[in-house]
């Protein structure tokens, strides 16, 4: 019950060491999902000083609106990005691994070009 352990504080420390890791020297973020995990995320990024260069999205009717000043892509606009830590941001059951095959599948290397946070 302790406030350390609260879900506010994993996604500061995940935001904390990311951006001492794998965003460090400004490196942007794209965040796969923009639902309430994914907004999230990117709020907690964007406080922090990181840059999101966009939401990637299978909602289509997402796929085409801003948030949080980035736009929504789908699958295929998330997977060209260059450059950028993509970011699995999604809470549903079965997400995280659902992610994780699609950027594999798209050419992507965990831990390199890719991170679960969700």
Known sequence: THG???PPA????????LRATLL?????????GAGPVGKAFARALLAA?????AFVEVDPRKIGQEIHGAPVLDTPGGLALQGVLHLAAVG???GR???R??????GLEELRD?????
């Not at 460090?24 to 965040?31: F, K, N, Q, S, T």
């Not at 000083?49 to 260069?53: A, K, L, R, S």
């Not at 095959?101 to 798209?106: D, I, K, P, T, Y």
């Not at 890719?114 to 969700?118: C, K, M």
């Open 4 to 6: 350390a352990y609260a």
């Open 10 to 17: 994993f996604l500061a420390c995940k935001v904390h060491h």
């Open 24 to 32: 460090r020297g400004g490196r942007p973020a794209a965040v796969w």
């Open 49 to 53: 000083g990181t840059p999101v260069e």
């Open 92 to 94: 549903q059951p079965g």
């Open 97 to 99: 691994e659902t992610l």
């Open 101 to 106: 095959a699609v950027l594999r599948g798209g």
């Open 114 to 118: 890719y991170v679960a946070v969700a």
